[in-house]
């Protein structure tokens, strides 16, 4: 037991109501300085945020760890106060930003939402013709797919823009559930109510975990389908109602169609859960077979993933190979240190304790948490902590082949790392515990009791003295500081032109003052607020997607000679696809491309006699504009 | 266990909705959705799109929550009940989409469909309690 709980000075009820109120005016606060600092043209979060936005923080941390702490709250409201911080920590780029925080992904993933919103395309992403059989059944068990659904059904349900529900739905969905989950799978391993929340709280100690739940894509989603997965599993050890089964299945599914890596990763741990339930019921009648059975069940749930994206080149989606290219080159002390660090080979000192404090702690916790339940005999615990552990490796190993050893992978190998800290969150926490009831027991001074002589009831208090006062307190601060440090790492503090409000002004203008088809040459950032409003690929109102070759060609064609000719050719050229244009657009933009470059572009337009349309951000965004004649 | 005097006004609510006495709170969810359905067509109106959604999450999370996770504590119970009833929305929008696309009319069916599901599953459930329920007290 968690027994900083029972000690915390400030238990009385009197305190708590003063301290939860007080928590509850900080988070608006920081809620109300996140929306004055949303700003039309920024570069990172961090830009808009006062210099008392971090201590606040800090502040808002001590005062939901000293709720979390006592004694007297009820472990519902606990978990309240733990899901309204979850959610203000992720929700940083959602409220500064105009458009959220838009990326390559979120950008094309909101496109594919909006196609689906306004139901412009049938049948699913994505918009152009599959070649194959093989293709379209790919296209259709996609992220997008899937992740579109839920942002389009609730876009409709509450009567909002889809875009809204898009930009809000990973902030939301991580900042409510992945804490409760956190805390179910904390109980299961053993951990008490308060071990629970804090480990439910600790998840947002691992700054990759508030990255992916601020931005809404396909992958975003499936891990928190992954984590419900892994709850389900671990009660399937030691459960044989079917209804496990059923939300076995229901989780499984749904993280597979979330994304391609959620749903083979947790498919991989699903076969380990069988070999690790095999293992249970023979380790005693036979030992070496279960033991081997168990072995073979590891090995072929670490190859699963690397071999799926071999897979690929099958139905030549990506051309995924294996190949030593990348050691290549490299010294054998750097190799060392990729295999064993990892990603945290790469990272800057100061950030390393940051990023590496929570697979640590929680590694540690992983292991002495097996060995423990050995200790006591309690086999039920060690074979939960037993197959988290090798889910732990398993996923390790998986990183470094997909890191080292493979060559054009669909996503950067980092992603993997996600899975390892949903899996050992809960240890994070039992650590933690484990190490304050250690310190308790083997009595150093610092957190010896002090006993009061009986009282009038007979009923002998304990006390804390200043001393163990200033201990909790430094506990508390350790703690806090690195839940704060975790969401100071995990906003990036340099970064490109977030997509910026007279961007989505200028897109939503062409829209609703346009009654032709039109297509629109453009940088990739224009298409992302193109396609926020119209979808890409729409052919209706054309944007290339970010990744299109011929639109980037288009692109770079008219910034080096914008001319009308250039501009027909665009319409000959999508013509050949059958797709007819009444206008074209051409967008061009201060900050995106320098103030010379923008201003030689604007001279060379106006020299070829190039239309202006109109012009948005005090002329830092310049459209113009070609009408075929007819 | 927890007397009947000690039940919170949430409790009672939540064994309201899950006894679904002639199926009112199943009729209540429809109900909600005919109203979404309004809202996205005619009203468009964030504020009512709010509250409706909030009672068809509230009704449909309690008949989950109750049918698959009756184990759990009732906080744990409504919000895996949340997620079981995002899912299947997911699941079930997911094939409609693949099968022809999501507009507000199949948006609508997706939901009635989700609440349907929802219903049996509870009863369901409830059914077989009772079931197990006489089979322990015959036994004794």
């Known amino acids: 037991m968690l027994l900083i709980a029972s000690e915390v000075f400030f238990l009385n009820f009197r305190y708590l109501y003063a301290i939860r109120s ?133 876009a409709r349900m509450l009567g909002v823009d889809v875009f809204w529900a898009h930009v809000w739905l990973a902030p939301m969905m991580w900042g409510v559930f992945v804490p409760v989950c956190i805390f179910a799978l904390t109980r299961i391993l053993g951990g008490n109510e308060t071990t629970s929340v804090l480990a439910s709280l600790m998840i947002t100690a691992f700054p990759v975990t508030i990255v992916w739940g601020t931005f809404s894509v396909p992958n975003s989603l499936g891990y928190i389908f992954f984590l419900l997965s892994v709850l389900f599993f671990i009660t399937y050890l030691s459960s044989r109602k079917p209804k496990i089964l059923l939300l076995m299945a229901i989780f499984v599914v749904c993280s597979l169609l979330s994304h391609l890596l959620t749903g083979i990763v947790t498919f991989s741990l699903l076969l380990l859960t069988i070999a690790m339930r095999a293992y249970e019921s023979e380790k005693r009648e036979a030992p070496l077979a279960a033991i081997t059975s168990l072995v073979f069940g590891f090995l072929l749930s670490t190859v699963l993933l690397p071999l799926s994206l071999l897979s690929l080149r099958v139905i030549y989606i990506r051309y995924v190979y294996f190949s030593l290219n990348v050691l290549v080159g490299l010294p054998p002390t750097e190799i060392l240190s990729l295999l064993v660090l990892g990603e945290y080979a790469n990272f800057r000192i100061e950030a390393i304790p940051v990023f590496l404090a929570g697979p640590v702690l929680g590694f540690i916790g992983i292991v002495s ?21 090798l889910g732990y490796l398993m996923v390790l190993v998986d990183h470094r082949i997909l890191k080292l050893f493979v060559v054009n992978t669909p996503f950067n190998a980092e992603r993997l790392l996600v899975f390892q800290y949903l899996m050992i969150a809960p240890f994070v926490a039992l650590f933690i515990n484990s190490v304050v009831s250690y310190l308790q027991k083997n009595g150093t001074r610092l957190f010896r009791k002090k006993t009061n002589p009986p009282s009038a009831l007979g009923i002998a208090r304990t006390r804390l003295s200043m001393r ?19 969401a100071y790492y995990a906003y990036p503090h340099s970064s490109f032109l977030q997509i910026t409000d007279y961007e989505i002004e ?47 060609e288009l692109f770079n064609a008219m910034r080096k000679e914008p001319s009308g000719d250039t501009m027909n050719q665009t319409l000959a050229l999508m013509e050949q696809d059958n797709l007819h244009f009444g206008i074209v657009y051409f967008v061009v933009e201060e900050p995106r491309l320098g103030t010379d470059e923008f201003n030689r572009v604007i001279a060379n337009a106006t020299e070829n006699n190039v239309n202006v349309y109109h012009t948005f951000g005090n002329g830092k965004l310049c459209i113009f504009y070609y009408q075929r004649q007819t | ?126 059914y077989t309690f009772s079931i197990e329920f006489v089979r322990e007290a015959s036994k004794t």
């Open chain 1, 22 to 154: 007080l928590y509850f005016f900080m988070i608006g606060f920081l809620f109300y300085t996140l929306i004055m600092g949303r700003s039309g043209e920024i570069y990172t979060v961090w830009q808009a945020m006062p210099l008392f936005f971090i201590p606040a923080f800090f502040g808002a941390t001590i005062l939901l760890l000293a709720i979390v702490f006592s004694t007297s709250e009820r472990v519902e409201y606990k978990l309240l106060f733990v899901i309204m911080y979850s959610i203000l920590s992720r929700s940083f780029s959602a409220i500064v930003f105009p458009a959220g925080g838009v990326g390559p992904q979120q950008g094309e993933g909101l496109s594919a939402t909006r196609l689906l919103f306004e139901s412009t395309i049938r049948d699913g992403w994505a918009p152009w013709p599959p070649n194959n059989i093989l293709i379209l059944l790919f296209n259709w068990f996609r992220g997008e797919n899937f992740q579109s659904v839920l942002s389009v059904v609730s």
């Open chain 1, 369 to 389: 948490s097996l060995r423990r339940a050995q200790k006591k005999g309690i086999d039920r615990r060690a074979s939960l902590s037993l197959l988290l552990l």
């Open chain 1, 468 to 486: 163990q006062i200033g201990v909790y307190s430094v506990i508390a601060i350790i703690l806090a500081s690195w839940l704060t440090a975790s």
């Open chain 1, 506 to 552: 200028a897109a939503r203008y062409i829209e609703t003052s346009t009654n032709k088809t039109y297509i629109v040459i453009c940088d990739q950032w224009f298409a992302y607020a193109g396609g926020m409003i119209v979808g890409i690929n729409n052919t209706r109102a054309f944007y290339f997607s970010a990744a299109s070759r011929v639109g980037i």
């Open chain 2, 1 to 126: 266990m927890r007397g009947i005097s000690d039940k919170t006004p949430l409790d009672k609510l939540e064994e309201l909705i899950v006894h679904d006495k002639r199926f009112i709170w199943t009729a209540f969810s429809y109900f909600m959705v005919f109203l979404i359905f309004l809202n996205m067509n005619i009203v468009r109106l964030p504020a009512v799109g709010v509250a409706v959604s909030f009672f068809f999450f509230l009704i449909n999370s309690v008949f989950l929550g109750n049918a698959l996770f009756d184990e759990k504590k009732p906080f744990l119970r409504f919000s895996f009940g949340g997620l079981a009833l995002i899912a299947i929305i997911c699941i079930i929008g997911w094939i409609v989409l693949i099968i022809y696309n999501l507009d507000a009319t199949r948006s609508t069916l997706v939901l009635c469909i989700v609440s349907t599901v929802s219903s049996i599953m509870n009863k369901v459930s409830r």
